[in-house]
């Protein structure tokens, strides 16, 4: 019996195809959802959270990403739950009834306005806060999400949002009135605070009503000027007016694909988080910088608030963090709505200073990874 020649023949090609078969099976693909566009800020920062899964599985682990196809916005909490993918981005102020805890904190980001952060850094600030409250000092976030058979890996933020406007908003006589197109429940009740009238439009609508004089401004960030090309109906800025950045940002993954992964897996979907959290954010300072800079070429006048716009400010944000905490004890019964506010503007203080020396998308990674990320313990967390 000539073995050599059997192996040779028949035999060893047979066991390396089986390898092979052994190999493709073992390797997981995991899809991933989001309502951003391709091309968008968000869809390459899912690309990024793809390639950072890849890369630190060394292929084990994968994850397609599908960009305004799989699942839009509305559809992706349920599409996770339900398996419909496996992962995904999660806007949680869609769904207040869902994730209540989280959203409380959404609901505070004009406190970046109290804290100093320089204008370009108030994104990366919000979302290191965000990921450590919900991580570390909001069980009732985890909570929530593991009931929507789901959790939270991570987040991201804006950049800051101001007055986009078709006429001067620099006083308080020249906001009164005037009617403010609002994404946010913290920017309406400080339309109110300020005399002017807050309206509900969608994203993709604002640009027709601000061309047609619907609203007078849009409380958007400095990307919407080219995202939905509100540089062309604009006339006048306001930057630092009212601030704040929209976090409602989760960035999600099925709960029983999350219990069926290996330890070394579930690290490597925190990093590609931490890596997705940073492109996001720094995604978002990026295009507002360059934004702002085409927007001033191009002749649209950037105003200051004068001092009194100021100051009404700052006096609506001090009395709304209590506002919020009552709002949330009330309507969706979080008995610990106080303790959660003052713990997030603890982190966001903190925040405000971990990203100060930031200078790429890489270095906000690894600060992401080292304060937050990296900590989360995979034998337990979501067990």
């Known amino acids: 019996m000539n073995c050599p020649n059997m192996l040779r023949r028949g035999v060893l090609p047979a066991i390396l195809a089986g390898i092979a078969m052994t190999s493709a099976v073992e390797a997981k693909q995991l899809s991933y959802a989001t309502g951003y566009s391709t091309g968008s800020i968000g869809a390459k920062a899912a690309e990024v959270f793809a390639k950072d899964v890849q890369d630190n599985s060394g292929g084990d682990l994968t994850a397609k990403v599908y960009a305004q196809s799989l699942l839009s916005f509305s559809e992706i909490p349920p599409g996770i739950r339900d398996g419909m993918a496996d992962s995904g981005l999660v806007l949680t102020p869609y769904f207040p009834s869902e994730f209540p805890s989280t959203n409380l904190a959404t609901e505070l980001t004009m406190l970046i306005e109290m804290t100093g952060a320089p204008t370009e850094k108030v994104g990366l600030a919000f979302a ?13 976030c985890v909570n929530e999400y593991e009931q929507q058979n789901q959790l939270f890996l991570g987040g991201g933020g804006t950049s800051s949002y101001f007055l986009i406007c078709n006429t001067p908003v620099r ?29 509900s439009i969608p994203q993709h609508e604002t640009y027709e009503a601000l061309s047609q004089g619907v609203v007078d401004c849009s409380v958007h960030s400095a990307p919407e000027l080219t995202i939905v090309k509100l540089m062309e109906v604009t006339s006048d800025m306001t930057p630092n007016m009212p601030g704040g950045v929209f976090s409602g940002v ?23 988080s931490a890596a997705h959290a940073s492109a996001l954010s720094w995604g978002y300072a ?28 700052r006096d609506f944000i001090e009395q709304d963090i209590k ?50 990320y990296s900590k989360v313990n995979v034998d337990t967390y979501g067990q």
């Open 323 to 372: 506002a919020v905490a009552t709002k949330y004890a009330e309507t969706h019964s979080l008995t610990s709505s106080a303790q959660l506010v003052e713990s997030f503007r603890t982190l966001l203080t903190k925040w405000v200073e971990l990203v100060k020396g930031v200078d790429t998308s890489e270095e906000l990674t690894q600060v992401y990874w080292d304060e937050v």
């Open 250 to 272: 989760a960035n999600n993954i099925n709960l029983d694909v999350w219990k069926s992964l290996t330890p070394s897996e579930r690290s490597t979907m925190l990093h590609a």
């Open 171 to 199: 006083t308080l006589e020249e906001i009164k009135g005037k009617r403010l197109r609002i994404g946010g429940a913290q920017w309406a009740r400080w339309a109110n605070a300020v005399g002017a009238t807050p309206v």
């Open 128 to 140: 290191g806060a965000m990921a450590e409250y919900v991580f570390f000092n909001c069980p009732s």
């Open 286 to 313: 990026q295009t507002a910088m360059t934004n702002m800079k085409t927007a001033e070429e191009q002749g649209i006048e950037i105003h200051e608030p004068d001092a009194g716009l100021v100051k009404v400010t």
